[in-house]
């Protein structure tokens, strides 16, 4: 798993208004815990481009006053109506100790339900994984190309070497559906099908009515 470094700056005081004086520069308030201490720092908004409006997940080499830590975002917050980043928990990672994160979903292989009209539903975007961080991927991959038209993944069929997922087992997280045009097809070959056999009959009659009486 790829790492962000980023830089921050102790927090003097701890407070709303030490809070709020902090977003006014357009820096983040954060605190880091989960080590030997609790650190409260801030950050520039700016620096959380690549951490929390991306898609990916990393590890995040932090820099406060010199001293360095190694920790993953365990929780962020945003404003109710301007969705502005308000505060970030890191969480540090310690040898040896477990950590929870939420790892992207991705698909790999075609589907051959998809290529018979079925259509690809991806129900969870991320599950949520426990392990060391070593044994983090980037994304959790699942394989599509036996997936037929109703069958799906469900997170109990998930397996990955060192994690357990939290999410429960019989939750969906990949389906193929059925589809409109799927359903239509059957209905217009048994339609082409029923009205064959009444065309066959009409033929005749429809040939007798033509041919010339016999005086």
């Avoid at 709020?20 to 650190?39: D, F, H, S, W």
């Avoid at 969480?91 to 979903?105: C, F, Q, R, Y």
């Avoid at 217009?188 to 429809?206: D, H, I, R, V």
């Amino acid at each position: 798993m790829k790492s962000v470094s980023i830089s921050g700056s102790p927090r003097a005081n701890v407070g709303k208004t030490d809070a709020t004086a902090l977003r006014n520069a357009k820096r983040v308030p954060c605190v880091l815990y989960g080590g030997k201490e609790q650190i409260h720092f801030s950050v520039l908004s700016a620096d959380f481009k690549n951490l929390i409006y991306t898609p990916h997940v990393h590890t995040v080499d932090l820099e406060i006053a010199g001293n360095k830590f190694h920790a993953i975002v365990q929780e962020t917050q945003f404003h109710p109506l301007k969705d502005h980043l308000m505060h970030v928990d890191f969480l540090e990672i310690v040898p040896g100790k477990p950590v929870v994160m939420e790892l992207p979903v991705k698909t790999s292989g075609t589907s051959p339900g998809v290529r018979n009209g079925g259509k690809l539903s991806k129900k969870l975007k991320t599950l949520k994984a426990k392990g060391l961080v070593e044994n983090m991927p980037d994304a959790v991959t699942i394989a599509i190309d036996k997936l037929e038209i109703g069958q799906s993944v469900r997170v109990e069929e998930i397996q990955v070497d060192g994690l357990t997922f939290l999410n429960a087992p019989n939750v969906t997280v990949i389906a193929v559906q059925v589809t409109r045009a799927v359903v239509e097809e059957p209905k217009a070959a048994a339609a082409a099908s029923s009205a064959t056999p009444a065309a066959a009959a009409k033929a005749p009659a429809a040939a007798a009515a033509k041919a010339p009486a016999k005086k």
